[in-house]
């Protein structure tokens, strides 16, 4: 993924890897750092329910590779489950980006 860094130096950069930290109270802070001026954009947090979600989500999508597995329902499920980590992510970005906890 290649990235801009805009609230930084401004320099394109290729995002290699992400990074995890816990922050504290479960929740993790995924992010990844610009190569050239070490700014650091969050790309998401997640709390114990939200990756619990995402658990459930990856099972649903090793469904799709399998041929005999009712596809439709899979995909039904993954739209429900990545609309319902999305809502809950926003959430918890704005709890924390707005200092409360
Ligand atoms: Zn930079």
């Known amino acids: 993924m290649k990235t801009n ?10 995002v290699e890897s992400f990074s995890t930290t816990r922050i504290g109270d479960g929740v993790d802070k995924i992010y990844f750092v610009c ?5 650091e954009y969050v790309a998401f947090y997640t709390d114990p329910e939200i990756r619990e979600l995402q658990v459930k989500i990856r099972r649903i999508q ?3 590779a399998n041929p005999r ?3 439709v329902k899979a995909v039904q499920r993954e739209a429900e489950l990545k609309q319902q980590i999305k809502g809950k992510m926003d959430a918890l970005r704005a709890r924390i ?5």
Not at 5 to 14: K, M, N, S, Y
Not at 35 to 39: A, F, I, L, S
């Open 97 to 101: 980006e707005s200092g409360q906890s």
């Open 35 to 39: 190569p050239h001026c070490q700014y």
């Open 62 to 64: 090793q469904r799709f």
């Open 69 to 71: 597995a009712d596809t």
């Open 5 to 14: 860094c805009d609230a930084g130096c401004h320099i394109a950069f290729e």
